[in-house]
């Protein structure tokens, strides 16, 4: 663990989430790439449907009479626009993701088709693992308690939950979460996605109202789908679109009948992955006071990352866990470890253990994981600021703070809430997206860029993810590469942070 | 490609004489207009022989236009000269 450093970092001047408007120059020649790259799309399909040129990829027959297996946008698409910069995504590693990487080294004779390895390890400052406290090592005092439980209790339990799979470990593990997170009760799964898509049908029905925020997680999506209920969607973050949306729907009731809806839930993330944004929790506990609507909290990224004592949004907004229904997270981003968990009342856990998909069908939590995240939770438990868990849910706040800063500083455009550790920068075109990923890696250091159809198909961008386990030294590295490669490739183009040099981002602490 | 030229030549000038500097702030301006060209224009995802296609095909529009231009341009300008300032003569006299 590496020692906190003692200079303090001021504040940001304001907590608001500022989404900078896309510069038209940007907008414009994306708008130019795509359609280059669909041209050169069609003439390269040409070529391969004469047989000019090798056909590489997969490709079906399509015989008359059965529904084609690809959808064709979506196949001419991966084809053409991700094969050719394949190299930047997908990559393998050789080792533990912690602060820093080794990724196996590959090179490509024909264009990303293929890869060879070299043999190589290519070390690398690790920005693209949702490591947020830092604890995915494979050796320390944690990794010791998970190969002692692998010797008591086995690798699998092989049997779900309502079965043979509930051991004496995983109600321990319930009711650490329980007492964590400070809800009456908690149950556990083996797989996070699973968590959400399997249990959202088990709270809701037909006759049910969901009402999703625009940009919320597949699992969510899925599970809300799988559910049976009449979805709405409002725009991301937007309480007065929500509000409105809830008057019309309480006042016309179920579309054919106009029945009063049987409950309304409203499902919204803690930490949105993809723009950084905090969900508005204490305007969210009024609205649904006021409509007496339920809450479904899925704090995947924010749970261990947020809050002055790591215990999520709840903790950051310091409001009352109680007032929030259901919240849901996951183990595999702070806990380093695989899984999900819902926490509430004592009678919708009872309701979920006996009436969950996943609890009767899916096997449960293998017993090294259970080890794991108990290990870490009685580490965050520990209110003690000197011990272990709260130096790094400290040093994950100055980290996110001090990285935050200077990147805007640096004239970057930067979108998402000043304190959460999701750091997105915009690159908005797709040839910018491949540039930054290997200028990057030349220089040492492996990011995440995402671009259509992830995010919107204008802004794709860069996320970096930071870690507990980053020192300043590290971050302080990473930010000059990134001064360098950002100005290759022209993407400093900010009109609220016009761009300076690094170390005239020094922060000053008063 | 282009960019670990400049990051080497980055080291390098630092460690070398300063009669280099010169000309490395040129080929360094060189190196990033080339870079910007080629991500505008999508041709950093291309492969080499799409480059050369897509060069050369903007390399003729060009060759045509500028062609086109030296040779009918000069004829016109004169034709409208000629053909308006008798005429413009006439006008201002009367």
């Given at each position: 663990m590496t020692v906190r450093d003692p200079t303090p970092v001021p504040e940001h001047p304001s907590l608001e989430e500022v989404y900078e408007a896309t510069p038209f120059s940007e907008a414009f020649w994306t708008y130019v790439n795509y359609i280059i790259l669909n041209i050169f799309g069609w003439f390269r399909d040409f070529l391969r449907r004469t047989r000019i040129e090798n056909r590489k990829g997969s490709a079906e027959y399509n015989p008359s009479g059965f529904v084609p297996l690809y959808q064709s946008y979506e196949s001419f698409y991966t084809r053409n626009v991700y094969q050719r910069i394949a190299d930047c995504f997908n990559r393998p590693i050789g080792g533990v993701p912690g602060g820093k990487l080794d990724l196996m080294e590959r090179v490509t004779e024909d264009y990303n088709w293929s890869f060879n390895f070299t043999g190589n390890k290519i070390t690398t400052i690790n920005l693209g693992s949702y490591n947020y406290l830092g604890f995915a090592n494979n050796n320390g005092p944690i990794a010791d308690n998970v190969i002692e439980s692998i010797k008591e209790n086995g690798l699998a339990t092989a049997s779900s939950t309502q079965e043979f799979g509930n051991l004496k470990q995983h109600r321990k593990l319930e009711s650490l979460v329980a007492q964590f997170l400070g809800t009456e009760d908690a149950i556990a799964f083996g797989?996070?996605?699973?968590?959400?898509?399997?249990?959202?049908?088990?709270?809701?029905?037909?006759?049910?109202?969901?009402?999703?925020?625009?940009?919320?997680?597949?699992?969510?999506?899925?599970?809300?789908?799988?559910?049976?209920?009449?979805?709405?969607?409002?725009?991301?973050?937007?309480?007065?679109?929500?509000?409105?949306?809830?008057?019309?729907?309480?006042?016309s009731g179920q579309p054919r009948t106009h029945r009063p809806w049987q409950k309304i839930l409203i499902i919204v993330e803690g930490v949105y992955s993809m723009e950084g944004s905090l969900c508005k929790l204490p305007e969210l506990i009024e609205l649904k006071k006021k409509y007496r609507a339920y809450l479904y909290l899925d704090e995947a990224h924010s749970i261990g990352a947020m809050g002055s004592r790591g215990r999520g949004v709840v903790d950051y907004w310091k409001c009352d866990v109680n007032d929030v229904d259901v919240l849901m997270g996951t183990f595999t981003k702070s806990f380093a470890a695989a899984g999900g968990y819902i926490a509430g009342k004592k009678e919708l856990i009872d309701h979920i253990r006996i009436n969950s998909h996943a609890c009767a069908y899916a096997i449960s939590m293998s017993p090294p994981v259970v080890e794991q995240i108990i290990s870490v939770l009685n580490l965050l438990i520990d209110d003690d600021e000197t011990r272990e868990g709260r130096k790094r849910i400290n040093q994950l706040a100055w980290n996110t703070r001090y990285f935050r800063q200077r990147l805007s500083k640096m004239g970057f455009i930067v979108y998402g809430h000043p304190h959460s550790p999701v750091v997105p920068a915009l690159l908005?075109?797709?040839?910018?997206?491949?540039?930054?990923?290997?200028?990057?890696?030349?220089?040492?250091?492996?990011?995440?860029?995402?671009?259509?159809?992830?995010?919107?198909?204008?802004?794709?961008?860069?996320?970096?993810?930071?870690?507990?386990?980053?020192?300043?030294?590290?971050?302080?590295?990473?930010?000059?590469?990134?001064?360098?490669?950002?100005?290759?490739?022209?993407?400093?183009?900010?009109?609220?942070?016009?761009?300076?040099?690094?170390?005239?981002?020094?922060?000053?602490?008063? | 490609m282009t960019s670990n030229i400049v990051h080497s030549s980055c080291l390098d000038s630092k460690m070398t004489k300063h009669e280099r500097q010169w000309y490395q702030s040129f080929t360094e301006a060189i190196e990033r207009?080339?870079?910007?060209?080629?991500?505008?224009?999508?041709?950093?995802?291309?492969?080499?022989?799409?480059?050369?296609?897509?060069?050369?095909?903007?390399?003729?529009?060009?060759?045509?236009?500028?062609?086109?231009?030296?040779?009918?341009?000069?004829?016109?300008?004169?034709?409208?000269?000629r053909s308006t300032v008798p005429i413009l003569t006439d006008v201002l006299l009367y």
């Open positions: 797989m996070g996605f699973a968590t959400n898509a399997l249990n959202i049908s088990s709270l809701c029905g037909k006759g049910c109202l969901i009402l999703s925020d625009e940009l919320n997680h597949t699992s969510l999506v899925l599970g809300a789908r799988l559910s049976g209920a009449v979805i709405k969607v409002y725009k991301h973050n937007d309480m007065k679109h929500l509000e409105r949306l809830l008057r019309d729907s309480i006042v908005y075109s797709p040839s910018k997206i491949a540039a930054f990923n290997r200028e990057m890696l030349k220089r040492g250091v492996s990011v995440v860029t995402v671009g259509f159809p992830a995010t919107p198909l204008v802004l794709g961008r860069v996320r970096f993810c930071l870690s507990a386990s980053h020192t300043k030294e590290m971050l302080d590295d990473v930010l000059k590469y990134a001064e360098e490669v950002g100005d290759l490739l022209n993407m400093r183009q900010s009109k609220l942070n016009p761009k300076k040099p690094f170390h005239e981002t020094e922060l000053i602490a008063h | 207009m080339y870079m910007r060209f080629l991500l505008v224009t999508t041709l950093y995802v291309m492969e080499p022989w799409e480059r050369y296609l897509v060069l050369t095909i903007a390399f003729l529009v060009i060759t045509l236009v500028t062609y086109s231009a030296i040779v009918f341009i000069p004829f016109h300008v004169a034709n409208i000269i």
